[in-house]
């Protein structure tokens, strides 16, 4: 993924509908399905990527198909290269520094803020996690120095909490390297 695509989602409280919406979001535009799956608690989340209006076009047609599922939606027009694979699982974080970790009410608000993390301090990514066995809810957590993982995490919640969606944040100065194991 480049600094130049775009990643967009819709998240809906309807699982049903959420087989529509990824319909209509694939058939608005040439975009990529990242993910399309569900999610706890009966939740369904659409992630996709492509061209910025691509994404744009269909994000909003999905967040129109959701009607009253709608959960959230964002779009991110210049996804930092480290999201997609902290939310696959494929980052690679051998050891811990400083342990930041931002949790929020959605999936969208989530990436969001993995992103605006990345992008604010130089931290690496280990995941962002979404909603599974988590009651619907999500979050990413991150490494780096103190003072990295303190501005990262800042701006996370920052994200999120403009949308007042933020549950909690947290860094651990000096964590135990066996919370790394819990992670990945």
């Given at each position: 993924m480049t600094m130049n695509k775009a990643i967009?989602?819709?998240?809906?409280?309807?699982m049903a509908r959420g087989?529509?919406?990824?319909?209509?979001?694939?058939?608005t535009a040439p975009v990529q399905l990242l993910l399309a799956r569900t999610v706890c608690p009966g939740k369904y989340i659409v992630l996709i990527s492509g061209e910025v209006a691509d994404v744009t076009a269909s994000?909003?047609?999905?967040?129109?198909?959701?009607?009253?599922?709608?959960i959230d939606q964002f779009i991110i027009p210049s996804v930092h290269p480290d999201v997609l694979p902290a939310m696959n699982g494929t980052a690679v974080v051998t050891d811990l520094e400083a342990l930041g970790v931002v949790?929020?009410?959605s999936v969208a608000a989530t990436i969001e803020a993995a992103d605006a993390a990345v992008k604010t301090a130089s931290v690496r990514l280990i995941e962002v996690r979404l909603a599974m066995a988590l009651g619907g809810k999500?979050?990413?957590t991150m490494t780096g120095s103190v003072a990295a993982v303190e501005?990262?995490?800042?701006?996370a919640a920052d994200a999120v909490g403009k949308?007042?969606?933020?549950?909690?944040?947290?860094?651990i100065p000096q964590p135990r390297p066996e919370l790394l194991t819990e992670m990945v």
């Open positions: 967009g989602g819709v998240e809906l409280s309807s087989f529509d919406v990824t319909d209509t979001m694939l058939k994000v909003e047609a999905g967040a129109a198909r959701a009607l009253v599922s709608l949790e929020a009410f999500a979050f990413v501005a990262a995490v800042a701006a949308r007042g969606l933020l549950v909690d944040k947290v860094v």
